[in-house]
């Protein structure tokens, strides 16, 4: 009985997968083996092998004002100030 292989294709930023390639490549792994070995592990697990979270509001303002480049800056004394007052 022979085993069956699919072609998956998808799109992923260019720099990203040069920078995967690279350290893939130090550990003897192609592009292929690392998304084999992906796909492998979410059978095994029953679910993605990493965590995956949502970001929280706060977090989603500050990534939206990087890309608008309106992020504000605070100094350190400003952040515990923060803690401390709640």
Same mark, same amino acid.
Do not use: D, G, M, W
């Given at each position: 009985m022979t085993l069956q292989n699919d072609i998956i294709r998808a799109r992923i930023d260019h720099s990203i997968k040069i920078e995967a390639q690279k350290i893939l490549d130090t550990m003897g792994l192609s592009l292929s083996d690392?998304?084999?070995?992906?796909?492998?592990?979410?059978?095994?697990?029953? &679910?993605?092998?990493?965590?995956? =979270?949502?970001?929280? @509001? +706060?977090?989603? &303002?500050?990534?939206?004002?990087? =890309?608008?480049?309106? @992020? +504000?800056?605070?100094?350190?004394?400003n952040i515990q100030s923060s803690w401390k007052n709640g």
């Open positions: 690392a998304i084999r070995l992906f796909f492998y592990q979410i059978v095994a697990e029953q &679910k993605i092998p990493f965590p995956i =979270k949502a970001p929280n @509001l +706060e977090t989603l &303002k500050a990534l939206q004002s990087h =890309k608008e480049n309106t @992020l +504000e800056s605070t100094t350190l004394e």
